[in-house]
């Protein structure tokens, strides 16, 4: 199976992902593997996997994670070339890309078809009204939202 040569699962400015899991490689049973590459204005969207837990491996780059767990602590922490993290299932986290040049790390996971909920996507589970009430959103925005998966970063 050729990672490279497969096709990318998102490819946009911000990075691309390549995966190897069940529906594109059978032999993977009980794990998959994905290949995220985020360009130098690329961050992957704050999301949280329910039902797998995630280890990375950095093998070019410098990126920042953020993790939230359930306790409400955050952990921020700065990753390199060479570093190894892991996330248990369920914990919010972000990924973005901190140097001049690409980052890119190797994501296993514990399940064949691993699933994620993104924050954009998870949007479009609440109501309008529960959006204006939260989170201050104005009235008429769009009910529908997009898991963006990757996305450019806002740096100021």
Do not use: C
Not at 80 to 102: Q, R, S, T, V
Not at 103 to 122: A, E, H, Q, Y
Request: proline letters at 8%; hydrophobic letters at 40%.
């Amino acid at each position: 199976y050729s990672l490279d040569a497969s096709m990318p699962l998102a490819k946009v400015s911000g990075g691309s992902a390549t995966v190897a899991r069940a529906d594109r490689w059978p032999i993977l049973q009980r794990q998959a593997l994905y290949h995220l590459t985020l360009t130098t204005v690329g961050m992957r969207e704050p999301h949280w996997h329910p039902e797998t837990a995630e280890m990375g491996y950095v093998h070019q780059g410098k990126g920042r994670m953020s993790i939230l767990s359930p306790s409400g602590s955050i952990d921020t922490y700065e990753m390199e070339a060479g570093d190894l993290y892991f996330i248990p299932h369920a914990y919010p986290h972000h990924i973005e890309n901190l140097g001049a040049d690409d980052l890119k790390i190797l994501i296993f996971f514990d399940r064949p078809m691993p699933g994620d909920v993104g924050f954009t996507g998870s949007l479009k589970a609440q109501g309008e009204e529960v959006l204006e009430a939260f989170l201050d959103f104005p009235k008429g925005l769009p009910t529908y939202y997009e898991d963006l998966l990757i996305v450019d970063k806002y740096v100021p």
